[in-house]
């Protein structure tokens, strides 16, 4: 256990000098060697995204509509650790060093215009690619293009009740009223801006065929929703 402390402690500090956010409370960056037990398949509730971000390509028109974050390799919440990973781990099929795997710019290119995954995630994803490979792709033990396949092959996963759901858009749900439109193995993660809390991201813990996982029901994967009113706003 001290030697995870100690890896998620520099992993910390090499994020901070290198201007990224660091490790929040909750959050415990797991060795490469202690691999991961299931999947959390992340979607971003896109006009939310755009509020917080509005600079970001294609948020000029936010579409209504989840849109796939990534595919990330989990192990269970233990303690007060409620989110557990690995994280740059180096250590996929193509990778040729333990220090580094990038994805070249053709690689990106072809994944990212591949018309199947284009329609799932933002608009330009080379960038959030490039750092989904190297944070989490690298840990799954897959090439690129299986990883990223992935978005495809497991979009089913993110079901909810669309009817119930979309009586909300423009509107505010507390968040015991929105967990009923979506499944058990689903968690939220949620921001505050101008004094409005916002639903940003639904997490979708599941086995590597796509069922649910429900053996981690602590799950939290950064800033929780508070029992208040949560706003989902409407895109274009």
Not at 38 to 55: G, I, R
């Amino acid at each position: 256990m001290k030697s995870i402390r100690f890896v998620a402690t520099a992993l910390a500090m090499l994020l901070i000098s290198h201007g990224a956010q660091a490790l929040d409370a909750n959050e415990e960056i797991t060795p490469s060697s202690a691999g991961f037990t299931y999947w959390v398949y992340a979607k971003t509730w896109q006009p939310s995204f755009c509020k917080l971000k509005p600079a970001t390509a294609g948020c000029d028109k936010p579409p209504q509509q989840f849109l796939t974050h990534g595919i990330w390799p989990y192990n269970d919440s233990v303690g007060q650790k409620t989110n557990r990973h690995p994280a740059f781990c180096n250590t996929a099929p193509s990778c040729q060093s333990t220090t580094a795997c990038d994805i070249s710019d053709a690689k990106l290119d072809q994944i990212a215009n591949t018309p199947a995954i284009a329609q799932l995630v933002t608009v330009a994803p080379q960038g959030m690619f490039r750092h989904e490979w190297k944070k989490h792709g690298t840990c799954s033990g897959k090439t690129e293009s299986d990883y990223f396949n992935d978005i495809v092959r497991l979009q089913k996963v993110g079901l909810y009740i669309e009817p119930m759901f979309d009586k909300w858009i423009g509107s505010s749900v507390t968040l015991a009223q929105m967990k009923n439109a979506f499944p058990t193995h689903a968690s939220f993660r949620c921001f505050v801006l101008d004094g409005k809390q916002y639903l940003h991201e639904v997490f979708y813990s599941i086995n590597p065929d796509g069922t649910p996982y429900k053996k981690d029901p602590a799950l939290q994967i950064g800033t929780p929703c508070t029992p208040g009113d949560i706003f989902i706003p409407s895109g274009a």
